[in-house]
């Protein structure tokens, strides 16, 4: 069963069982799955910043419309209204998506990674780097189980608690606030390790 993690001198360390860590494995690879699905084909990062940088530019990328989870992690550069605001928006879409895609997938994959070759079977223990690469990564997959859930503003989290209390724990619904509930205590204790 999963423990907070905390600092041991230069680690991390937290207790996740086989099944948990399945479960997160699982997750990331789905949102990892939905940004290589949003578009062109992400082209594999080569170390080397420019090209990777270049590498995908193209004249008009897609923009993520068809689900609003993606588009949560692709959100717009400006959110001003008029037609010079918008152009501005699209070209910084243009310029940068491709590469906010690599990190994006290059992440989550090595969050993935860290969950699937730990040799302990109970207990996970991260270097620093490795604890802010699994914390990065459940922040995409909260902001599309948040994005699901219609989780926007304070009382979107009010108004989801009270549909909790009223639903039976079999809903669906209320297995994915336990779950967004589950990634935001792993992520907590994650964070507040890495600052300690």
Do not use: N
């Not at 699209?90 to 690599?102: H, K």
Request: glycine share 6%; hydrophobic share 45%; proline share 6%.
């Amino acid at each position: 069963m999963a423990q907070a993690f905390r600092r041991h001198g230069d680690r991390i360390v937290g207790h996740l069982d086989e099944d948990e860590r399945e479960l997160l494995a699982g997750l990331l690879t789905q949102v990892a799955r939905l940004i290589r699905g949003m578009g062109p084909a992400i082209p594999d990062l080569t170390g080397d910043p420019l090209a990777d940088a270049v590498a995908g530019l193209s004249a008009d990328p897609p923009r993520p419309q068809v689900d609003p989870a993606v588009r949560r992690l692709f959100p717009d550069a400006r959110r001003d209204d008029g037609p010079q605001v918008a152009a501005e928006a699209e070209e910084f879409r243009r310029l940068t998506e491709m590469g906010l895609r690599q990190r994006k997938v290059a992440t989550l994959e090595a969050a993935v990674s860290l969950l699937e070759h730990a040799t302990d079977p109970e207990v996970l223990t991260l270097t620093t780097q490795q604890a802010g690469q699994l914390t990065v990564a459940l922040t995409d997959v909260r902001l599309v189980l948040g994005e699901r859930l219609g989780l926007r503003t304070d009382a979107d989290a009010a108004a989801l608690e009270e549909l909790v209390e009223q639903l039976g724990e079999d809903h669906p619904h209320v297995q994915t606030a336990a779950l967004y509930d589950f990634l935001t205590w792993i992520q907590e204790t994650l964070a507040e390790a890495l600052v300690r």
